[in-house]
């Protein structure tokens, strides 16, 4: 049937061009009480007293919930696999509130005007306390963010809240300094990224309520199903069993929705109430009381021979973590783990600091520290290159891995599967590279220059993240795909089934995949780290491949011949040695649901102990005014190396969506705090996302290559495609104009 690595239509695109697709918000019943927070005005200070006895005598107002109403149980927000390894160090409420925008109180009513009304009757008594706004000087700093007694962690990750310190740790292989010493030429540089929204289209947004058995329900858009589950129960202080999460569909989450923002609030009130709840964050809260990209400071020092072999790579990342810890002590890791191994040197080394401050907390965000990382080394790269006065593309093929390589730095083996090579050579091609570097005058004020990166990720998460999938026949010969994954808008639904219908030899139409329901839907630990296409599809793979047998078995009892005697081709179960004994897979079904009452459901469950890395090189062709510092990204070439493709399309769109927001970082986006710790720019009138206007025609190709631990071949794609614009852009930058910039975003005042 040949399902797999097909352009095979989006499942649900018709629902999303005609306006149709069904959203949390859409699904809301009338009747729902309006919920809300009052949020701290100041980074940094104590509630010494809420007066809230007005707001609770307002006519439509259910509750006032403040922090002596709740449960004094520390819990992490993030979204990830048990025993997580963010701190423990938040309550739903509490007495001390840590930036501005952290929840004071919680509003509950009849309706949204009601509880605006009662927000603003609400008084708070608070002590200032001395803020930790610079994330430069928050180590050690008078002020201690977290000086509660509880916190904790699950296992030790570096950390030490009285030291403002949420995670620090060390890596590194080979005789650094040695090595360092013996290099005819060492270069270093310190990098600065700024946080960054993830700006989904949809907001957060929580429906709640009670169902007769005095469960509670939780409709949400989240990436995180079975963790947020988990996470309410332990916040709530009640059984994971009295706890059923349901994801509709997602209006994006780019890692925003790995941390648990909206889900809590609905919830207590739904809890003390009995009532159905609702929550739906403006775009302001979704800005300032959510999570961003971490805020980080890398300094990087590479050394190498005259010939361009890079020897020694030793890397210092400071992360600003912000408030509260979500994600913060696995983020760092990738800075380095996934950027220094594309060099493949002899020695390297890897330090880090997560600090916290009294900003608005960090969290995941599409390329998960990678993307910080990728930008400070292949910087450096690309000035190394100049050093040496080696072509930047030379410098990389001199360098880059080679199956079978270790990888030491990368820390998951032997590499098993790369054409990176392959993806530098087509994308120096489709660039014109050899015409274009470094820089071409367009006319007297106007330059275009070139640039380059690499980059790679990882597929899932290596011995923990854990994915199932139960896949079923039905009565007329069609299946029933249930998994746990999250469907984003990525279009994990459309390939899963692709992979399905491929083993089952029949068309992707004939496979329908229910939607996340934890009471029904098999675990999975959701969408993030790059592990839906990797983890999920292999057990997709196992559990289809396991029905296939039980057709071939189910199939043979009835024709009266020994399973090894026939054979399944997706329509009937046939036999090999006469061709008119068979049975039709729709008959087949209809004899077992309905005359035997017995359902053919396979499960499967997949781990790897590997975490194979998808590869890529980006080319960006920039124009830059030298009159304004205007700079104009004109052309951008993205060659990608998943493994094998399994739906072109999809990978294709997802590779256009990643360096769109790869270029908005590199250029435009820059989240901003003013002297007193507040978010100046809380709105899409202030902070600037890219529009079509502002991109470019992104050209994407593949360079599939077969990865043997994935399904089918498969790698991931939908993070490393992120990587490569903010240094490629630089670089081309430099090359137009002169002028390295250390810092993103590049800003014109830069360049003149």
Known sequence: MNAVNRRIPKLDARALTTGKGVYTDDLIPPGALTVKVLRSPHPFARVMAVRADAARRL???????????????????????YPEPSPYDRYILEDLVRYVGDPVAIVAGESEQVVDQALRMIRVDYQQLDPVLDYETALDHPSVVHPEQDY???????????????????????????????????????????????????????????????????LTSTQIPFHCRRQIARALGIPQSRVRVVKPRIGGGFGAKQTMCSELFPAVVTMKTGRPARMVFTRQESFTGSNSRHEMRVTVRMGADKDGRVRAIDMYALSNQGA??????????????????????????????????????????????????????????????????????????????????????????????????????????LIGWEEKFPSVRVDGHTVRGVGMAISMQGSGIANIDTCSAVIRLNDNGFYTLMIGATDMGTGCDTILAQMAAEVLHCPVSRVTVDGVDTDHSPFDKGSYASGTTYLTGMAVVKASTKLAAEIRQQGANRLGVPVLQVMFDGEQV????????????????????????????CTATHSSPVSPPPLMAGFAEVEVDTETGKVSVVDYVAVVDCGTVVNPNLATVQTQGGVAQGIGMALWEDIQYNAHGRMLNDSFMQYKIPSRLDLPDIRVEFMPSYEPTGPFGAKSIGEIVINTPGPAIAAAVANAVGVWCSELPIKPEMLI
Not at 187 to 203: D, G, L
Not at 395 to 406: A, W
Not at 581 to 599: F, H, M, R, T, Y
């Open 324 to 429: 509260y810890g979500e994600h913060g002590p696995t983020t760092i890791g990738l800075v380095g783990g996934k950027s220094i191994a594309l060099y493949t040197p002899e020695a390297f080394r890897f330090r880090y600091d997560v600090v916290y401050t009294n900003t608005m907390g960090a969290g995941a965000f599409r390329g998960y520290g990678a993307t910080q990382g990728c930008f400070a080394l292949e910087s450096l790269a690309n000035r190394l290159a100049g050093r040496l006065r080696i072509d930047p593309v030379e410098l990389r093929l001199r360098n880059i891995p080679k199956v079978g390589d270790p990888m030491e730095a990368y820390g998951d083996g032997a590499l098993a599967s790369s054409r990176l090579e392959d993806c530098i050579r087509r994308g120096r091609e």
């Open 59 to 81: 006519n439509g107002i259910a509750c006032v919930l403040t922090a002596d109403d709740l449960p004094k149980i520390r819990f992490t927000q993030a979204g990830q696999s």
């Open 574 to 601: 046939v036999s090999k040695t006469d061709p008119d004994l068979k049975i039709s897979l729709s008959d087949l079904a209809q004899q077992l649901v309905v005359g035997d009452g017995e359902w053919l459901q």
């Open 152 to 218: 904790f962690n699950n296992f030790p990750v570096g950390g030490d809240p009285q030291r403002n310190l949420v995670a620090s740790g060390e890596r590194s292989g080979g005789d650094l300094e040695q090595v360092f010493s013996e290099c005819d030429v060492v270069v270093e540089e310190t990098f600065h990224t700024k946080a960054v929204a993830q700006a989904m289209m949809e907001t957060f947004r929580t429906y709640t309520w009670l169902d007769h058995n005095n469960r509670l329900n939780v």
